[in-house]
């Protein structure tokens, strides 16, 4: 089955830019979003078709799709951007999540 | 506004069936290109896609779990039910009813999720 890979964990200070990668087999051809997740909160998403920003997405929020590999930018990160973040792609119409990635702000 | 709920057990034993129900609002599950569908977290891991039901009745599965998995819909009621049989302790998680949109091939609008413990 398809599979999507993140790093466990990116840490950033305040006012610097976190770059969370995503990398799955040919992920270039596919259309790809990233989710936020809070503690206790459903997920939300603040990226979707590689670099698009759903309304009231900050833009310190980015996307860009290369090659295998998706990557989701935060510049300027700030403590409230501090949460899980899952990036997901559609292979033969079945969704799939990625491995997820900490963003720790301090 | 759109809004969708989880509702089911809270507590299963494992080989019991878990039903869950979906009901929502703030759109239909007649419209061309919407679908819903369930995705579930364990505790402190990672999110898992489950399953998704379209407008026009078509059905995805997990492949990891699609011999375990049923997902049908009532457009009547607003509502779309998942199916999980044999379950065990490893399917502990909160389960959560999500909304794709037709035109940003996203999840954009989740429910609140359930916790489901399956424990003897």
């Known amino acids: 089955s398809y599979e999507l890979t993140q790093p466990p964990s990116v840490s950033v200070s305040p006012g610097q830019t976190a770059s969370i990668t995503c990398s799955g087999d040919?992920?270039?051809?596919?259309?790809a979003c990233w989710y936020q997740q809070k503690p206790g909160q459903s997920p939300v998403v603040v990226i979707y078709e590689d670099y698009k920003r759903p309304s009231g997405i900050p833009e310190r929020f980015s996307g860009s799709n290369s090659g295998n590999t998706v990557t989701l930018t935060i510049s300027g990160a700030q403590t409230v951007d501090e949460a899980d973040y899952y990036c997901?792609?559609?292979?033969?119409?079945?969704?799939?999540f990625g491995t997820g990635t900490k963003v720790t702000v301090l | 506004q759109i809004t969708l709920k989880e509702s089911g057990p809270t507590l299963l034993k494992p080989t019991q069936t878990l039903t869950l129900t979906c009901t929502f609002s703030?759109?239909?599950?007649?419209?061309?290109?919407?679908?819903v569908g369930w995705v579930r977290q364990p505790p402190g891991k990672a999110l898992e896609w489950l399953t998704l039901v379209y407008w026009n009745d078509d059905e995805r599965y997990s492949p990891s779990l699609k011999s375990r998995l049923t997902i049908t819909k009532d457009t009547s009621k607003n509502q779309a039910v998942l199916t999980m049989t044999n379950m065990d302790p490893m399917d502990t998680a909160t389960y959560y009813c999500?909304?794709?949109?037709?035109?940003?091939?996203?999840?954009?609008?989740w429910g609140q999720g359930t916790l489901v413990t399956v424990s003897s």
């Open positions: 997901q792609a559609w292979d033969s119409s079945t969704a799939v």
């Open positions: 040919k992920l270039g051809d596919k259309s």
């Open positions: 999500v909304h794709k949109d037709s035109s940003t091939w996203s999840f954009v609008y």
């Open positions: 703030g759109f239909s599950l007649s419209t061309s290109g919407v679908g």
